[in-house]
């Protein structure tokens, strides 16, 4: 299984983005899909969980800016993210909770799309 992002860049403040993360490889089914992101020199926090049915829960500095979803028969997720600060900077990870057989559920992470904003 492989977990694969992107969208990441350069983004002026106040700026939008869109990150993907897909899915690959041999899956049952993908449960929580997550983001995570890694400022310089911070320790790795939780931005967003995107469950199965679409419900979300977000860091609550978050609220209002990002938005999760995801495509379930794409076996992709989103993060939308707008109005973008400084403080936004960092290394954005995907994550999932993922069943590759009826009975085993694995969690992988993805390799990090990097995303700085900086005027």
């Known amino acids: 299984v492989q977990l694969q992002a992107c969208g990441g860049g350069l983004v002026q403040p106040g700026g939008s983005l869109r990150l993907s993360c897909a899915a690959s490889?041999?899956?049952?089914?993908?449960?929580?899909m997550n983001w995570y992101r890694q400022a310089p020199g911070q320790q790795r926090e939780l931005v967003a969980v995107?469950?199965?049915?679409?419900?979300?829960t977000y860091a609550d500095s978050l609220k209002g800016r990002f938005t999760g979803s995801r495509d379930n028969a794409k076996r992709t997720a989103y993060l939308q993210m707008n109005n973008l600060k400084s403080e936004d900077t960092a290394v954005y990870y995907c994550?999932?909770?993922?069943?590759?057989?009826?009975?085993?559920?694995?969690?992988?992470w993805g390799q990090g799309t990097k995303v700085t904003v900086s005027s």
């Open positions: 490889g041999i899956i049952y089914m993908i449960n929580n």
């Open positions: 995107i469950r199965r049915n679409g419900t979300t």
């Open positions: 994550n999932a909770d993922i069943r590759t057989t009826m009975w085993r559920t694995d969690n992988f």
